[in-house]
């Protein structure tokens, strides 16, 4: 199993979600985040270093998924969160050990297919 956390535009939850849906990966937690990556072409562009110490607004989706949705979550999110330009976000991986279903005990894949 693997969990994808993906830092994403808010403006893209949606079409991301829809499609993670789509995808047959419809389990996912959204957190609200602020944070700031190397933001280089930013304060470039703007106004030097001062501007580099804002912190964006961004949404992580996180998601937890079997090694043969992996290359597909990873799609999804690509396709429906780019807009090709710097801030766009990024996708974080790691491997994950196991998971259980507090319903009914089931663990491993069982529990998050
Ligand atoms: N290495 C990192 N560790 C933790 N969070 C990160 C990291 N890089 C980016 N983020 C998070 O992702 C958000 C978006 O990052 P962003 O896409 O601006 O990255 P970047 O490295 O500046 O790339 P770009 O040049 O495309 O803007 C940041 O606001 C931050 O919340
Ligand atoms: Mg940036």
Known sequence: MKKVEAIIRPSKLKA?????KEAEIPCITVIPVKGTGLQKSYSERYRGTEQSMILQ?????????????LEKCINVIK???????????KIFIYHVEDAIRLSNGTTGVDAII
């Open 79 to 89: 396709e429906n969160a780019t807009e090709n330009q710097v801030g766009d976000g």
């Open 16 to 20: 991301v979600q829809r499609g993670l």
């Open 57 to 69: 607004s961004r949404v992580m989706i996180m998601c937890v998924i079997s090694d043969s949705n």
